[in-house]
């Protein structure tokens, strides 16, 4: 039997859930969620996912429109190697210059076996248009007008393209097709000109893409010039600067080695003196310096490691600074931009003279162009005379463990019994003190025998590139497409 109380209950619980209902078909009506809204519902549906993909698409659009243009304002070059068409020569591109106003450009490659290709300009073409599209695009006429020239730099493999845009360089891609007009090496059976036009089956020919409206084209201050700049100014601003800049990297680096192993040796010559064991009936027999090779007796070195000398320049200007306030302007700038930060320290070797087969000189306050030879009175009439007489100069050796290593007691090292450990202190000196005199005899010879001959190279090299240089200028030499 259901009581009153029970029937309450019922009661509140039918109301509750015809409450529930009641909402749920307001929710359904209202947000046509109901069977009977089915097709409407899926329009909605189509609707606000096509509005989304609207949207995704519309955002992947501008993303790779924004990438392509953040690409094009900021690639200059856009390969790095290429090969020649039908014989097949490789070469590379350096990175592409511009001068201050951006109104003039270098792109210069180097073919990887010179004697392959002429060192005649002249024997050279070359044919830009514009590019549609990303650089595999189809040919186009330039943004802006443009004139060439082609520079050879001798026999060195080097080949440059200057190109003149009056009006400044638009930011577009172009294509320039280089070619060669005459053949130094037999051709291949079959080109290599796959997906390219019929003048590459014909014709010796090889492709460059390069902007250079880009932020990554590098000045040049050769191109700076109100003129069609010289070869040999072209030349030392690029390859020769590159190179040099990297060598004296190696001999700043070298002397604060040596630096290094000098004062090993001054601290195992004083340990020397303070250093004595008993030999025999002798209490106190001390190990004494040996005598030392002419190549390396009385060698020392002056000036500031790298960070005294960041030191002072904080507080002084460079002018007031010794070391480097001489320095040519070149010098300094080639001390002063090394592309990770490096500085350079000031350190002078003061020896005797230099190695058999060797050379010394400051390198430091010159640079290659500034010339180094003219300065060091060899008596040779050139640079190839003086390196010609140095080879055949013979190489020193020098081995510390040959030196005699005398004892304070009138005997050497070598007249200590192998048994007596009393010795020992005296035996892991001289030790130390052969590995710090080989590896400084090892360091200079490095300096003065390959070193520093290799910057007369450089300068032997840019001599040679003055005299034996070509340029072609004009429509025979270059042209566009306008």
């Known amino acids: 039997m259901v009581t009153a109380t029970e029937r309450s209950s019922s009661q509140e619980d039918l109301s509750w859930l015809e409450r529930v209902r009641v909402w749920r078909k307001r929710v359904s009506d209202r947000f046509k969620l109901g069977p009977h809204y089915t097709i409407e519902r899926f329009g909605v549906v189509m609707a606000a996912l096509s509005l989304s993909g609207l949207l995704v698409v519309g955002m992947t659009v501008w993303?790779?429109?924004?990438?392509?243009n953040t690409v094009l304002s900021e690639t200059a070059l856009y390969n790095s190697t290429f090969v020649t068409s039908r014989t097949g020569v490789e070469g590379t591109v350096n990175p592409v210059y511009v001068n201050r106003d951006r109104d003039r450009a270098l792109v210069l490659m180097?073919?990887?076996?010179?004697?392959?290709?002429?060192?005649?300009?002249?024997?050279?073409?070359?044919?830009?248009?514009?590019?549609?599209?990303?650089?595999?695009?189809?040919?186009?006429?330039l943004d802006t007008p443009l004139a060439g020239a082609v520079y050879s730099f001798g026999n060195t493999g080097y080949l440059g393209i200057i190109l003149e845009a009056p009006d400044g360089f638009a930011p577009q891609l172009i294509n320039l097709t280089v070619r060669a007009r005459k053949e130094l090496m037999t051709p291949r059976n079959r080109p290599v000109a796959t997906?390219?036009?019929?003048?590459?089956?014909?014709?010796?020919?090889?492709?460059?893409?390069?902007?250079?409206?880009?932020?990554?084209?590098?000045?040049?201050?050769?191109?700076?010039?109100?003129?069609?700049p010289e070869p040999e100014d072209i030349f030392a601003g690029t390859v020769t600067w590159r190179t040099e800049q990297?060598?004296?990297?190696?001999?700043?680096?070298?002397?604060?080695?040596?630096?290094?192993?000098?004062?090993?040796?001054?601290?195992?010559?004083?340990?020397?003196?303070?250093?004595?064991?008993?030999?025999?009936?002798?209490?106190?027999?001390?190990?004494?310096?040996?005598?030392?090779?002419?190549?390396?007796?009385?060698?020392?070195?002056t000036g500031m490691d790298s960070v005294e000398l960041r030191t002072e320049l904080m507080e002084k200007p460079s002018s007031a600074i010794e070391g480097v306030a001489n320095k040519t302007e070149r010098a300094a700038l080639l001390d002063t931009t090394f592309p990770d930060g490096y500085l350079v320290n000031t350190y002078t070797l003061h020896s005797s003279g230099p190695m058999s087969g060797g050379t010394d000189f400051d390198w430091r306050q010159r640079s290659v162009a500034d010339g180094y030879f003219e300065t060091l009175g060899t008596g040779e009439p050139s640079i190839g005379d003086y390196l010609a007489h140095l080879s055949e100069q013979p190489i020193p050796s020098m081995s510390s463990r040959d030196l005699r290593w005398p004892l304070s007691n009138g005997d050497t090292i070598n007249d200590v019994r192998p048994g007596d450990t009393r010795a020992k202190p005296l035996i892991e000196l001289r030790n130390n003190?052969?590995?710090?005199?080989?590896?400084?005899?090892?360091?200079?010879?490095?300096y003065q025998t390959v070193d520093l001959l290799e910057l007369l190279v450089m300068e032997q090299t840019l001599d040679q590139v003055v005299s034996e240089s070509t340029k072609a200028s004009g429509p025979t030499a270059a042209s566009f497409r306008s």
Do not use: C
Request: glycine share 10%; charged share 25%.
């Open 63 to 68: 993303g790779a429109l924004s990438a392509g």
């Open 110 to 141: 180097k073919f990887e076996i010179p004697s392959q290709m002429s060192s005649d300009a002249a024997d050279y073409y070359v044919y830009g248009t514009g590019i549609d599209g990303g650089p595999g695009g189809g040919p186009t006429t």
């Open 433 to 446: 003190a052969m590995t710090a005199y080989d590896e400084y005899f090892a360091l200079k010879r490095a």
């Open 246 to 301: 990297a060598k004296r990297r190696v001999l700043d680096s070298r002397l604060a080695d040596m630096k290094t192993q000098l004062t090993r040796i001054s601290n195992y010559t004083s340990q020397m003196a303070q250093t004595s064991v008993r030999v025999g009936n002798d209490p106190s027999v001390r190990l004494l310096p040996p005598a030392l090779p002419s190549a390396i007796d009385g060698d020392s070195i």
């Open 195 to 228: 997906g390219m036009d019929r003048s590459f089956i014909e014709n010796d020919q090889w492709r460059v893409v390069v902007n250079p409206a880009a932020r990554g084209a590098e000045h040049l201050p050769a191109l700076d010039s109100d003129r069609l």
